[in-house]
């Protein structure tokens, strides 16, 4: 067994006291911080917060040897246990690391608990202790001895279950509910008296029917207890999954009011989204993980080509459960599903770096973007939700089984689970495989599909395949911004470039991130609105920009009326009932019922 103890007493400096001990060293301990967490694939350096390192043996104290950035040897010297002191400062209010202060305090295992090397598989115990007056304590991890606000130890099978169980510490709303026998809680801190918990309460619990319905039918799922932190601040958004619970950020202003029990804010189904998406990664990553994480490796980047997978995938269902368990109606699932195929078409990344690439890239790319990133990578996310689209969309616009039932994306999920180990993108084409009744009608088989929509470049057939479906796909004019190639930012009466697109009249002219756009043909800028405002009939078009307090004047030209690869934009929606086929209707119908 190795013991952590957490000390709160010093939360008013943002300060974690941690004590590790361990009963029987050996000669020499090797610890160790990880320096990423699971499910956030960025390497974070979490070993620059900790302070204080020292350790002791019988009272005496013993020599430490620092091996790395998040590496040290521990010298020990006698037969006694090992006592390892050091603290955590926290102050990152995210989902990933580390907070505490007077108000409320979060942890993640992996900011905090340093690994004894070579005892991962032991038992792991915490302790935690001096709680503040009035604070209590939520987490999925299993309670072995604690009082009624929480306070007391928790014990964790392995090194792996317990930095993947986040701690919510503070006072906070706390309510249970049941889905198939298995407790589940929603925890909420920071919420506004006004905030109508108890839809959201119903709203969360109607999608893990939901969820659990899909993955198991009327079996129970494979967790005992399910534990929501939702952490609501004044402007914030993100989640990230664990085994048995998740971590949770909203704005104040996306929660549901008890005075607005009739509508249904943008801000909501976005919230609810994120729910539903971190609920499915309970089953989509967190169990049924890529090879490459089969263990996880905390000490370096852990690369994968299949992020299009368990990202992607998990984005195309997350707001489709929102209309199974009827939270929002097709026209409403459309409206969401039009997002990220606009963020698609308007990225010119997405003809330079496959899916699968920029699954691998994730540690170098994804997390740290810039005015570049447009032109030369794709999301994983948005893309590859998309690629789940047409996935399931191809198998639903195929034939029927022999007994009359209709292959879908949902089949090929459950036969993957049904493996119940890591899998490969072979895997992925097998169950494609076995779900479907015939070739796709996109390529000579499911491989040669994959390789064309994951490690190709090409357009996905989205307007086809929706079509089949009866939902109408129609073209958007694109903005002046979008026709130049331009992503511009507004602010205090100025427009400042954020991004030039590969290829476009901007790059053509010369424009650079961070310009600020002053004047067009003479007329002074102050709105994004304003470039068609100015524009002249025809010709080049005269810009005043600003960089680095120096004028120049750039010409541009005029602006194309369909930009292919940086300014794309459609609407998608039901197409007029008395206009479809039968079969389009029914497939319609099957797709969208809720």
């Not at 305090?105 to 007056?133: D, M, W, Y």
């Not at 999925?140 to 099978?157: H, K, N």
């Not at 989204?273 to 090879?291: A, C, D, M, Q």
């Not at 920009?545 to 120049?552: A, I, K, W």
Request: with cysteine; glycine share 8%.
């Amino acid at each position: 067994m190795i013991d952590y103890r957490i000390d709160l007493s010093e939360a008013h400096a943002h300060r974690y006291l941690v004590t590790l001990t361990l009963s029987k060293p050996e000669p020499q301990v090797h610890l160790s911080l990880p320096v990423w967490i699971p499910g956030s694939y960025l390497i974070r350096e979490f070993a620059r917060h900790l302070n204080g390192l020292q350790a002791s043996q019988g009272g005496r104290p013993c020599p430490i040897t620092t091996q790395g950035k998040a590496d040290w040897v521990v010298h020990c010297e006698g037969k006694g246990a090992l006592t390892v002191r050091y603290e955590v400062y926290a102050n990152d209010t995210s989902v990933r690391t580390a907070f505490l202060d007077h108000r409320r305090g979060f942890f993640n295992g992996t900011s905090v608990f340093l690994c004894v090397q070579g005892r991962e598989s032991l038992p792991h115990a915490v302790q935690i202790k001096a709680l503040p007056k009035g604070w209590s304590v939520a987490t999925a991890l299993p309670a072995r001895q604690v009082d009624a606000r929480g306070q007391g130890w928790y014990e964790a099978s392995d090194y792996d279950a317990l930095v993947d169980h986040p701690f919510e510490l503070g006072t906070f709303w706390r309510q249970a509910f049941n889905v198939r026998g298995v407790p589940h809680e929603l925890v909420v801190t920071g919420a506004s008296e006004h905030a109508d918990l108890d839809r959201l309460l119903a709203d969360t619990q109607a999608i893990c029917s939901q969820e659990i319905a899909f993955w198991h039918g009327r079996k129970k799922p494979p967790f005992s207890r399910y534990v929501f932190l939702l952490n609501v601040v004044e402007d914030g958004y993100g989640g990230l999954e664990h085994r048995d619970s998740t971590a949770l950020i909203c704005s104040r202003k996306d929660l549901p009011r008890r005075d607005h029990q009739d509508t249904q804010s943008e801000g909501y189904t976005t919230l609810l989204g994120l729910i539903s998406h971190e609920y499915f990664h309970t089953w989509n990553v967190k169990r049924l993980k890529p090879i490459e994480f089969a263990p996880y490796d905390y000490t370096r980047e852990n690369h994968t080509e299949m992020l299009w997978f368990f990202e992607g995938f998990t984005s195309y269902y997350d707001d489709l459960f929102l209309l199974r368990a009827g939270l929002i109606k097709p026209a409403d699932y459309l409206k969401l599903l039009n997002k990220p195929i606009n963020q698609v078409l308007s990225t010119p990344g997405r003809l330079q770096q496959s899916v699968a690439q920029a699954s691998h890239d994730a540690w170098t790319r994804y997390y740290r973007p810039d005015e570049n990133t447009a032109n030369s990578t794709v999301s994983y996310y948005t893309k590859g939700s998309l690629v789940a689209l047409c996935l399931d969309l191809s198998l639903r616009t195929g034939p029927a089984r022999d007994d009359g039932t209709t292959p879908h994306l949902d089949g090929v999920m459950r036969r993957l689970w049904a493996l119940q180990r890591p899998i490969t993108e072979s895997d992925v084409i097998d169950a494609l495989e076995a779900e479907s009744t015939e070739p796709p009608a996109h390529g000579a088989d499911w491989a040669s599909v994959i390789h064309d929509w994951v490690h190709g470049v090409g357009e996905l057939p989205l307007q086809t395949l929706l079509a089949q479906v009866g939902v109408s796909w129609t073209a958007k004019k694109p903005s002046l911004s979008q026709q130049w190639g331009l992503r511009v930012l507004e602010r205090n009466d100025a427009i400042k470039v954020q991004s030039v697109m590969r290829g476009s009249p901007a790059e053509d002219a010369g424009l650079s991130a961070g310009d600020e756009l002053l004047a067009l043909n003479g007329w002074r800028l102050k709105r994004a609105d304003d470039l068609s405002l100015w524009r002249t009939a025809s010709g080049p078009q005269k810009l005043l920009v600003c960089r680095d307090q120096r004028l120049s004047e750039m010409a541009i030209a005029h602006g194309h009326d369909a930009p292919t690869g940086w300014g794309q934009s459609v609407v998608i929606s039901l197409a007029p009932t008395d206009g479809l086929t039968q079969p389009a209707r029914w497939r319609q119908t099957a797709w969208l019922s809720q």
